[in-house]
């Protein structure tokens, strides 16, 4: 969060728009400050998480993340992130130490780009059906049907490209909702990210950029 907050105010003094600057810091601290101070209250323990980018398909582990991007967002969200002990910033993960940490709950992050045509969908275009449908696919890896995240549903999907902005504090209301549903469920984590472009930005994004497993396809 510091490092976002910082970048912030340095473009903001360099063009001239501190005040616009500060504006955006402080929606991106309230939202990091609300996660923090609910969970510290609810005393719950942490689900364990594994997050992929799904560029590879099923059929291939590509990189999860350890302290930096969504592993960060995880465990600042409040998640036990299983790739931490053996991946510093990113890098693949053996498959069968996924199966043995046993994630209760699982993101597989994706970008529009169709190069792979089995690789996670999300984003720009990309309708929810589709991202659902390239999202199951993940499930029939081997040994995945034993995961608790798999059998209780709570595998989801991330746009990859909604990481790294300030914007980014939308994903982390996805995260801890898919973390804790129960104490975060009055949280829209994709209204979230559309209202940042509304205020902020001159489009407005129209795409899946958050999907739960236990969705209906929809739009």
Do not use: C
């Not at 903001?12 to 969970?39: C, F, K, N, P």
């Not at 549903?153 to 991330?158: H, N, P, Y």
């Not at 909604?162 to 469920?185: E, G, I, N, V, W």
């Amino acid at each position: 969060m510091e490092r976002h907050l910082d970048s912030a105010w340095i473009l903001g003094l360099i063009t001239g728009e501190e005040q616009r600057a500060s504006t955006i810091a402080a929606d991106y601290r309230a939202t990091v400050d609300l996660i923090g101070q609910r969970l510290a209250k609810s005393g719950k323990k942490e689900p364990k998480i594994y997050v992929e980018f799904g560029n590879k398909g099923p059929a291939e582990y590509s990189f999860t993340y350890g302290k930096n991007m969504w592993g960060a967002m995880a465990t600042a969200a409040g998640g036990d992130n299983i790739a931490a002990p053996f991946v510093e910033w990113w890098g693949p993960i053996n498959p069968e130490q996924v199966l043995a940490s046993k994630p209760d709950v699982i993101v597989i992050s994706g970008t529009e780009s169709r190069k792979n045509p089995t690789a996670m969908l999300m984003g720009e275009g990309i309708s929810k059906a589709e991202a659902l449908e390239r999202l199951k696919g993940f499930t029939a890896r081997a040994g995945w049907d034993q995961i608790p995240a798999a059998r209780q549903g709570r595998i989801f999907g991330v746009y990859q490209g909604a990481s790294r902005t300030l914007a980014d504090h939308a994903m982390m209301q996805f995260f801890a909702k898919a973390l804790y549903p129960d104490l975060f469920a009055d949280l829209d984590p994709e209204k979230t990210y559309r209202d940042f472009y509304k205020k902020y930005l001159p489009v407005v994004p129209e795409g899946t950029f958050t999907v739960s497993l236990s969705d209906k396809a929809g739009g």
